[in-house]
């Protein structure tokens, strides 16, 4: 998708038009920028996306916080009487590091419904981390691993771990990951496997986070083999508050807004256009109509 503005073209998270904006460094948000001379982005969405492109401003445009992972950003554009926001993936409840999405005033919205299903509400993230911490706590003499998305969760979980005062195992890829973070003050303690220090901390007990595909009983079997001390798992992934997984443990931690979120973004940027870029968002509009009668117009 793109939207013209002062005789250019933006592309949203796409190569299509003049400039692209990049919301944020998920794989499924920079498909094709690599090729791009000119983005607008955050400097750590550069980094993170490994960009080599020129971040420039263009007039009328303006980027808000998204609360999603470190860097990540909604557009606003103004212009032609209306002002046009793109969210990008957002969050609204602060994370571990205090992150959230700014809720803009806006005519036109373009915004994620992944979980624009009403079953799809959290609990507090606190609520969470408290969990994952007890769980830690609870199984001290085992060794852990946790599934999570090696760009961001994987940074979030890594910081609950540091507050149980866990600097635990993680792979080349999240390691690089970390290091960007640090590079933009975001101070994470972890080893990456493979290092001396690594391989020393896992001859006693470790935590290691794993790829999302790895986080499974048969994995875990094998390291309690290898490492001959038992080793449990679990997912950290907002859909393990109703997906299954073949896990010990699971986590409902998310770094996207819930039904509810969705619903009181919509309603308080008193958007009377609404797009959706990701999911299904015909239960949260039909939602709104119910609440006021006077829900804003869907736009396919
Ligand atoms: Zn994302």
Redesign the pocket.
Known sequence: MRIPTNGIHIGLDSPDGDVSFVS?A?S??TNGLKRKEKIIASAETRDLASLDAQIVQIKNTKLLDAG??LG?RQLAIDGDGERIVYT??ISLKPNIFGWKADIPYCDRLIIEATYGDPSYVFPPHEDIHRQIERWVKENDKKNLIIGCYEL?KAQEVVRILNGCGISPVVTEKTGSFCSIYEKHGVKLDRMVVGTDEAEEAMSRRFVALVPMGKAKRYFARRLSEAFERETLCAVASGWALHYRFNTDASFPLS??ADFNDLRYFIEESGAKKVEFFCGDGSALLDSLRILDGKAPKLIL
Do not use: E, V
């Open positions: 944020h998920h499924d948000h999603h992972i990540s990008g993936d961001g770094d996207h």
